[in-house]
């Protein structure tokens, strides 16, 4: 390899060792790449008519950017591309941002690429799954399949294939299909034909998940009929993929949800979505205000627990007189009678049913009344 860097130009050009190093390090050892740098150096030099010149780690690292505006330069990047189908471009995409940000946080392996894209709201379909695969079949990838192998190509994916500008081409797959499928909905919709264009939207994503613009459509009609949750699912989805179109939209479902739910006194429900809110935009003054106010209510209600009310209170005071009083007349009432079993009848009164007194011969009286003269009093037990 380093015999292909030097032994070409070594007439004109004399590579100091690092910047030898720092060209395969760019190129992986790869011929065709490490030709592209070295016949850019070379080209560098000539129009500076510095023959005899020494090219140094610098030069090697400022010619990258001369190969990304050279036509020439690029055309054999752009030919590999062209060739992936777009479920590995997508891939592609997604292994050269997790290594950009694995190499800012010094991490020494990239994130798995179909864990990000589900960052970026993509259900991960047969062909995403398979298609890391595939690249390192290729030679593009690492045995990790995390990483690409040719740096060169890897700066190039960060600056003109960047990941959600290669997401949205994944709205073309099953383009044939789903075109159609889309346009019938939408006329369906406009007239007032819901349910079938929902019917449709609903079997677009059975072809391609990823089809954002149905999702968008989907998340429109929850919102409509006030399923807050499926809403969100979409919303949110759409959001990952393209935050700047879709905050706004995100930020007032989640804040209607919480004040629908606030009116249901469904405070923890509703405090979710508000903190959701929080999430995405801090300093949002709304959110903050409403959940103060949940915090109040939740407040009051538990202090209604512990502290009742003076109406509650004089309820409960009602309750317990009645209670006592009823207590009382029935121990007096068992106590009367304990004693008359144990208490003689006084003289010309006799003793009836074991626990009353009348006078003796009261039933021929005449008196319609029953003859009872009076109750045993109660009296003091006798002392021993």
Not at 249 to 268: C, M, P, R, V
Request: aromatic share 8%.
């Amino acid at each position: 390899a380093q015999r292909l860097i030097a032994k070409p130009s070594e007439s004109i050009l004399t590579y100091e060792q690092e910047a030898i190093q720092e060209i395969l390090k760019l190129s992986a050892g790869h011929p065709y790449f490490t030709q592209v740098i070295c016949f850019t150096l070379f080209l560098k030099a000539m129009e500076e008519s510095n023959q005899n010149a020494t090219v140094t780690r610098t030069d090697v690292v400022n010619i990258v950017e001369r190969i990304f505006h050279d036509d020439n330069a690029q055309a054999g990047l752009v030919w590999f591309w062209d060739g992936l189908p777009i479920p590995e471009k997508v891939v592609f995409s997604a292994v050269a941002e997790a290594q950009k940000r694995a190499n800012t946080q010094a991490n020494n392996l990239p994130e798995e690429p179909l864990a990000l894209l589900m960052e970026y709201g993509v259900i991960p379909t047969d062909d995403l799954i398979k298609a890391a695969e595939r690249l390192s079949e290729k030679g593009f990838l690492d045995n990790t399949e995390r990483r690409i192998k040719v740096e060169l190509v890897r700066l190039w994916l960060v600056r003109y294939h960047q990941l959600d500008r290669e997401i949205s081409e994944l709205e073309k797959l099953e383009q044939k299909n789903v075109i159609q499928l889309f346009s019938v909905a939408n006329n369906l919709y406009s007239q007032g034909n819901k349910q079938n264009a929902i019917q449709l939207y609903n079997q677009i994503l059975g072809i391609n998940p990823n089809h954002f613009q149905t999702i968008l459509e989907l998340a429109k009609w929850h919102l409509e009929i006030e399923n807050f949750d499926q809403a969100l699912e979409f919303y949110q989805r759409a959001y990952q993929f393209d935050p700047i179109r879709n905050k706004d939209i995100l930020l007032d479902t989640l804040q209607n949800y919480g004040h629908s739910l606030f009116i249901q006194k469904e405070f923890a429900k509703a405090r979710q979505q508000y903190d959701r809110v929080l999430v995405i935009q801090p300093n949002c003054s709304s959110a903050q205000q409403r959940l103060a106010e949940i915090r109040i209510f939740e407040s009051n209600e538990n202090t209604s627990h512990i502290n009742p009310t003076p109406g509650d209170k004089q309820k409960k005071s009602v309750k317990v007189l009645l209670g006592v009083g009823i207590v009382a007349v029935i121990a007096i009432s068992a106590v009367s009678r304990v004693y008359r079993l144990f208490s003689p009848c006084p003289p010309g009164e006799q003793e009836k049913f074991g626990i009353l007194c009348v006078v003796k011969g009261g039933t021929n009286s005449g008196n319609r009344d029953f003859p009872i003269r009076r109750m045993v009093e109660i009296k003091q037990v006798k002392k021993k």
